[in-house]
């Protein structure tokens, strides 16, 4: 798969990196692998000089980066959501290595629909808010002995299984129907599903019992196309509109 297709479809999310510095760091081991869309969530210092001095020849990569002030604005159009995590989760996710994301990203980039790969703080990482958004979770083996990764080495480990990948297998076809659903159009799915579980007593939000986080899980990990999301906000909406009638 030509990498400029992959250029144009991925983008690297950094969550509120406390260091400029990280951020040209970053933008450095995107460029060296081909990749330049980067996307900024809650920066403490941005823009800054350090991170211009950091990034060297990738100072495009940062003078171009797009800032956010929510997450769900950085991923909204994506396909595809891959989150960063070292640890376990109390709910376990779907979990792959930098080789399987790579094949996974190039399997949604050959439709060709975005994909947006997560990057928490230089301390804890991504919140598990912030991790249920996403549908997969990357974890990057690491010696036990000193497991500890900088955010600049983390991106670059899995842009170069990207752009590996993208040299040695040959781009999936592109045969499914319809276009995967974004994760905005799941958003608004999760959304209208948590108002028809409250409004028919399914849903305790008093005593939620991780019933909506299971629930995302199994969306998410369904990977429901377009027409599918619309399917299923039609039966919510009649759910709806048959629990009014009954009220009435």
């Not at 495009?60 to 396909?79: F, K, N, P, W």
């Not at 990482?125 to 002995?145: A, D, K, R």
């Not at 199994?218 to 709806?240: H, S, T, W, Y």
Request: proline share 6%; aromatic share 4%.
């Amino acid at each position: 798969m030509d990498i400029e297709q992959i250029n144009a479809n991925v983008s690297v999310v950094l969550v509120e990196t406390s260091h400029p510095g990280n951020i040209g760091a970053a933008a450095r081991a995107m460029k060296n692998m081909g990749l330049s869309k980067l996307k900024l969530v809650r920066p403490e210092e941005f823009p800054h000089e350090k991170a211009i001095f950091r990034a060297a020849s990738a100072a495009d990569v940062v003078e171009s980066a797009e800032t956010y002030d929510r997450l769900e604005d950085a991923i909204g159009e994506a396909a595809l959501v891959i989150g960063t995590s070292a640890r376990g989760r109390r709910i376990p996710w779907p979990v792959v290595d930098p080789k399987q994301a790579a094949q996974e990203v190039l399997n949604v980039v050959a439709k060709p629909q975005p994909v947006a790969i997560l990057f928490g703080r230089e301390s804890k990482g991504l919140t598990n808010e912030e991790l249920q958004q996403c549908h997969l979770h990357l974890h990057i083996p690491t010696s036990e002995v000193y497991s500890s990764l900088n955010l600049a080495m983390a991106v670059q480990v899995v842009a170069y299984e990207l752009r590996l990948l993208s040299h040695e297998a040959v781009a999936p076809t592109a045969d499914w129907d319809q276009p995967i659903a974004t994760q905005s159009e799941l958003d608004h799915l999760f959304t209208h599903l948590e108002q028809t579980l409250t409004d028919v007593g399914f849903h305790d939000p008093a005593n939620p019992r991780q019933l909506l986080t299971r629930l995302r899980r199994l969306f998410l990990r369904a990977r429901p196309d377009q027409m599918e999301v619309n399917i299923l906000r039609g039966f919510l909406k009649a759910v709806n509109q048959s629990a009014r009638n009954e009220g009435d």
